[in-house]
């Protein structure tokens, strides 16, 4: 899922979305609900019509942000109270105000109201906001469930915490799997640690997850780490890497990623990835593509987030194929082996 | 004609380009002979396909920018010596060396290398500076004619100069005339005047322009000052005001200019102009517009780069309608009357 935290997917159009088959995007609850603010989005007819894209939308509950972004804040029973990034506003959210953000916004799939706790966290921590968490979640199917338009309503996906701690991950997922619901997340990763930790998160956890229902890895990751996490259960991701480090200038390629400030692509010709059929590889030189970031130039930025996004799409689209053909291990081997990432990312 | 300044119309893609009937845009010579430099450009086959442009391209001659953007400059009969913006490295540009760097860049209309005054400017400076302009023209239609592939050549267009002084704007559009070019501009204006000393300067030189060749006001203007031009004998335009100002939230309509910063577009649904059929007016709220310039976002000012550009091709689209049904006279009125501009603009 490209993820477009304030109402777009940076620098890219819907129209953009589109032709790239983004199946589902992603949008920031928390960013949203301090701007614009609900009252606008409610007033617009909500964000599908806000940001005029009538694909699925996932929305965050709002509770990663709370944690890393806001200021002041204390936490209770009922939720948090924080003081937002922009302009210090003190705001609360709940387990119930998520749900009721994320209804508002129209979101398709709604994702659960969680503390995120911070990387490293001692088992005694992590156990007690794991507890929390869990009541937070039961809390936010009970608002859905207390609502009478029950067949209306959107998918609604748990997550599941517990930090680096295994037997936390476990209970975790047995809870969440218990309440029941549509699918589930594994949360808290990608927060700091280590990436053996972030895998052992995830092999913690998936085994106690259907394998019926969407499984989903959050806010992850590198082209390698999405292979190596499906192999090992996950079905579905978001990450801002593809539009982020675009904005930097650095693109992706199988074969890995590619600092396009470098004085090396100052006269080549070739596409950034060869064969590769995306709108800027198609119609544009990495020497172009050089010169317009250089140049701090936005078409630079937009033609190679078009590319990464694209690549990002792509590659989930053919992990999906090789599965289906059988021999999604041999691919593995081959992709995860031959990806030589650049410093910087 | 958009203009492309480093080999991109600012934030909009080719693609966008050819979609918002665009049927010449603008390159200027200083900042691609600065950056990516000329070797770039021809070792990738011209600023067409560098830039993925397959239509035509109106090159400036980089005299303009060298008086408004380099330091330590030293005029002397051969050309200009400056430093460069960027890294201040040594430079020359002369007639012939900005008539080849033009036929590098592979431009469709070549501007004669002019010197461009400051205003004000006495009569005795004019005069002086005028004569040098006329001389350093000479020596780029020379150029042209002394080399043997005549037929294949760009079209070439003289640029009148004379600051505000009558008799040496009727001076400078006399000679060119019997240097005989393929189209006339005026230039030296826009550079700080008034505009009703910009408006004389244009009628000073168009009675001696012939009419049967284009006539094009340089770096110029907004909406109304353009159906003025127009009324006085201008064919063509080029301006930055339509992506520039996007970029600060203003957007063009035949009203007037819109700052969508203001609060009064926080639950604005409708389009930026009622009726405009643009990507943006057609897909997207004033309040959506107003959330993404507030939020800084890529997507905001691209949208509303592309209204812009999409209100100045239209404009001129119009005019050429109405001249042809006899009603420009009327048009004019109508037009010029009803505009109201934000004072930002």
């Given at each position: 899922m490209p993820v477009g935290t304030q109402g777009t997917v940076k620098a890219v159009s819907p129209r953009e979305l589109h032709e790239l088959n983004a199946q589902v995007i992603l949008g920031n609850t928390y960013h949203l609900f301090v701007r614009p603010g609900l009252e606008v989005i409610r007033r617009l007819g909500g964000l599908h019509r806000f940001m005029g894209w009538d694909g699925p939308i996932l929305t965050d509950s709002g509770g990663f942000q709370v944690f890393?972004?806001?200021?002041?804040r204390r936490i209770t029973e009922e939720g948090v109270h924080f003081q937002n990034h922009l302009d210090g506003a003190a705001c609360f959210i709940g387990p119930e105000t998520s749900m009721e953000i994320q209804q508002v916004l129209g979101s398709d799939i709604v994702m659960a109201f969680d503390e995120c706790p911070p990387h490293p966290c001692t088992h005694e921590a992590a156990a007690k906001s794991l507890e929390l968490t869990l009541r937070w979640e039961r809390r936010s199917l009970d608002w859905w469930a207390a609502r009478n338009d029950a067949g209306e309503r959107p998918l609604l996906f748990g997550i599941v915490q517990g930090s680096s701690h295994e037997d936390l991950r476990v209970r975790s997922a047995q809870e969440l799997v218990a309440m029941g619901w549509d699918g589930y997340a594994v949360g808290?990763?990608?927060?700091?640690?280590?990436e053996p930790e972030m895998m052992k998160a995830v092999e913690y956890a998936v085994p106690h997850l259907p394998e019926d229902r969407p499984r989903y890895a959050m806010g992850l990751g590198t082209p390698p780490q999405m292979v190596e996490l499906v192999a090992r259960g996950i079905d579905m991701f978001d990450c801002v890497l593809p539009t982020r480090v675009a904005r930097n200038g650095t693109a992706f390629t199988a074969a890995g990623t590619l600092n396009l400030k470098n004085a090396c692509f100052t006269l080549d010709e070739g596409p950034i990835e060869a064969g590769c059929d995306c709108y800027a590889c198609a119609n544009f030189s990495r020497a172009y593509l050089r010169h317009l970031v250089k140049a701090e130039e936005i078409l630079g930025l937009r033609l190679i987030s078009l590319h990464n996004l694209h690549f990002y799409i792509g590659l989930m689209a053919k992990v999906r194929e090789v599965i289906e053909q059988g021999c999604f291990d041999e691919f593995r081997r081959e992709f995860v082996g031959g990806y030589k990432p650049h410093k910087d990312v």
């Amino acid at each position: 899922m490209p993820v477009g935290t304030q109402g777009t997917v940076k620098a890219v159009s819907p129209r953009e979305l589109h032709e790239l088959n983004a199946q589902v995007i992603l949008g920031n609850t928390y960013h949203l609900f301090v701007r614009p603010g609900l009252e606008v989005i409610r007033r617009l007819g909500g964000l599908h019509r806000f940001m005029g894209w009538d694909g699925p939308i996932l929305t965050d509950s709002g509770g990663f942000q709370v944690f890393s972004l806001s200021k002041l804040r204390r936490i209770t029973e009922e939720g948090v109270h924080f003081q937002n990034h922009l302009d210090g506003a003190a705001c609360f959210i709940g387990p119930e105000t998520s749900m009721e953000i994320q209804q508002v916004l129209g979101s398709d799939i709604v994702m659960a109201f969680d503390e995120c706790p911070p990387h490293p966290c001692t088992h005694e921590a992590a156990a007690k906001s794991l507890e929390l968490t869990l009541r937070w979640e039961r809390r936010s199917l009970d608002w859905w469930a207390a609502r009478n338009d029950a067949g209306e309503r959107p998918l609604l996906f748990g997550i599941v915490q517990g930090s680096s701690h295994e037997d936390l991950r476990v209970r975790s997922a047995q809870e969440l799997v218990a309440m029941g619901w549509d699918g589930y997340a594994v949360g808290g990763v990608s927060v700091g640690e280590p990436e053996p930790e972030m895998m052992k998160a995830v092999e913690y956890a998936v085994p106690h997850l259907p394998e019926d229902r969407p499984r989903y890895a959050m806010g992850l990751g590198t082209p390698p780490q999405m292979v190596e996490l499906v192999a090992r259960g996950i079905d579905m991701f978001d990450c801002v890497l593809p539009t982020r480090v675009a904005r930097n200038g650095t693109a992706f390629t199988a074969a890995g990623t590619l600092n396009l400030k470098n004085a090396c692509f100052t006269l080549d010709e070739g596409p950034i990835e060869a064969g590769c059929d995306c709108y800027a590889c198609a119609n544009f030189s990495r020497a172009y593509l050089r010169h317009l970031v250089k140049a701090e130039e936005i078409l630079g930025l937009r033609l190679i987030s078009l590319h990464n996004l694209h690549f990002y799409i792509g590659l989930m689209a053919k992990v999906r194929e090789v599965i289906e053909q059988g021999c999604f291990d041999e691919f593995r081997r081959e992709f995860v082996g031959g990806y030589k990432p650049h410093k910087d990312v």
